[in-house]
């Protein structure tokens, strides 16, 4: 079965307009139609750099008590808790992944290459 939904706990926490921290949260894999959706939307075409804040609204399912999340919560992360996020779903999402699990044929031993740099990893 697919997994589609991730919990995740972010590196800072959102703070709430009460005080309260939020750390812990859930991320679901991307559609197309998010990616659509996003790109349409006026503020992405104003701003190209919009197009992440618009994609993690999307796909952030909830960050602690908050739910749903929307562009102007993401726009409230700690720079480093939104770096996090993005690196998480481009992880999810298999952006650009050319890490591949292999054997050795002599010895049998596992490791990873990364095809692009065409070099052993781990």
């Known amino acids: 079965m697919l997994q589609t939904e991730f919990e995740f706990t972010l590196p800072c926490g959102l703070v709430d307009d009460q005080g309260t921290l939020h750390r812990n949260g859930v ?52 720079s480093a808790d939104f770096v996090y996020l993005q690196e998480m779903f481009v992880r999810l999402n298999d952006v650009g992944s050319n890490v591949v699990e292999t054997e050795c044929p002599t010895c049998g031993s596992h490791f990873a290459i990364d095809l692009a740099a065409q070099t052993a990893v781990g």
């Open 27 to 78: 991320m679901r894999l991307s559609t197309a139609l998010d990616e659509m959706e996003a790109m349409r939307d006026p503020r992405v075409r104003a701003n190209d750099a919009y197009l992440s804040i618009l994609l993690l609204s999307r796909v952030l399912m909830r960050i602690g008590e908050i739910a749903p999340v929307d562009a102007n919560t993401v726009e409230c992360l700690f």
